[in-house]
């Protein structure tokens, strides 16, 4: 007997501002994703990162959603709750050996190599111990060598060499918060997601949290990676961009759009049809295949700043 899977897909926004048209384009992305295959949709506000998180963003994103007529299966996750589960995840990695401590200071790091993204490369100072005379201030997770493979739905196959494109990085930072790469990992597999769907932007965070997922034994979900949304001018459309809040826009119309952009090809009198008829139109028409290969798509002006 074949038991399958009921897909569990998530739309998890950073709240560091209100929710901007490229975000709506991932979520529908990964909300048609698994409802048309008849799973669950959740919810997660990624604020980890307290520093970065804005006061109300996350209560905004979440009724900006709610507005686009978006239904999430359980209560949204706060990361801000999640730290029990990031201690013992932490915990589990130590007593297996895939973590050290590091003393490495910022300026001790100075003139380490950079890796693709910009980040330091760790030349591995700690990586058998930490200098007599020093304490561990963050854990950084030991990557193994070798490549790490992944068939992205959108992509293809994907290849990487962690230890080259961002060497041992850190899960437990000096200022004593949890990094996004562990949260992320620990609570897609608590939440039991199948289905990563999210924008291309993170697809360089992609090999990274398949390392962490497989040193925790917890299971690896598939990737696909969208296109993210650009403006006229070709710059990313985020809230560093001042990309308008979508409230100002008809859901009907910011669906519709997000569908374009996906390249859904959803028909041109569907721009004017009321917001249940745009979301069941594009349920019945959704195809991952039809989703653009391309890094970049260019939004309709109006979603500019
Ligand atoms: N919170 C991350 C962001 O907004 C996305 C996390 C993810 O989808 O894995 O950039």
Known sequence: ?????????????????????????????????????????????DDVDRPRAQAGAGEAIL??????????????VWQHQRDAAYVAALKRLMADGWVYGCAC???????????????????GTCRNGVPAGLAARAWRFRVPAGLTAFDDRVHGRIVEDVSQAAGDFVLHRADGLFAYQLAVVVD?????????VRGIDLMPSTARQICIARALGVAVPRYAHVPVVVDAGGQKLSKQSLARAI???PPALLIYDALVCLGQQPPAELADAPLPAVWDWALAHWSM?????????????????
């Not at 009724?63 to 949204?76: H, I, K, V």
């Not at 897609?188 to 990563?196: E, I, K, N, R």
């Open 63 to 76: 009724a900006s959603l709610a507005r686009l007529g978006f239904e999430w299966d359980a209560p949204p």
């Open 188 to 196: 897609d597999a608590a939440a039991g997601v199948t289905d990563v």
């Open 1 to 45: 007997m074949t038991v399958l899977e009921t897909p569990v897909g998530r739309f998890a926004p950073t709240p560091s501002g209100p929710l901007h048209f490229g975000s709506v384009v991932a979520a529908v992305a990964s909300y048609l994703d698994v409802r048309a295959a008849g799973g669950r949709w959740l919810v997660r506000i």
């Open 247 to 249: 409230d100002a826009f």
């Open 289 to 305: 295949a039809r989703v653009p290969r391309q890094g970049e798509v260019r939004s309709r002006r109006i979603y500019d700043r």
């Open 105 to 123: 200071t910022r300026k001790m790091l100075a003139d380490a190599p950079r890796a693709a993204d910009g980040a330091t490369l760790y030349p």
